[in-house]
Nanobody, 116 residues
Framework: QVHLVEFGGGLVQPGGSLKLSCASIGTILPLYTMGWYRQFPGSERELVATMTGENADYGDSVKGRFAISRDNAKNAVNLQMDSLKLEDTAIYYC???????????WGQGTQVTVYS
């Protein structure tokens, strides 16, 4: 059984930085796609960033501020978040997908709060 375990998150002021990390447990090979989504109260989850191989995809609102990276040796994905804004406050979920699968794995979520 695959589990995604998230680390990081917390409180930061506008303009600050945070780093999120996520490790996949129970996988023999690195997941084909890993990344992050976030959810605001009352809204659907939205794309933050995903990475498949060397290809990264970012949501429009975080382009140029967030950077995703993978550590396949550790079956992990990281999200460096810089220049954080109040509107980045959300629950961030780690996402993983095996090749040819349409059933993603999700982490438990970690709260990121940007406050002034």
């Amino acid at each position: 059984q695959v589990h995604l375990v998230e680390f990081g998150g917390g409180l930061v002021q506008p303009g600050g930085s945070l780093k999120l990390s996520c490790a996949s447990i129970g996988t023999i090979l690195p997941l084909y796609t890993m990344g992050w989504y976030r959810q605001f109260p009352g809204s659907e989850r939205e794309l933050v960033a995903t990475m498949t191989g060397e290809n990264a995809d970012y949501g429009d609102s975080v382009k140029g501020r967030f950077a995703i990276s993978r550590d396949n040796a550790k079956n992990a994905v990281n999200l460096q978040m810089d220049s954080l804004k109040l509107e980045d406050t959300a629950i961030y979920y780690c996402f993983g997908l095996e090749k040819a699968s349409s059933n993603p794995y999700w982490g438990q979520g970690t709260q990121v709060t940007v406050y002034s």
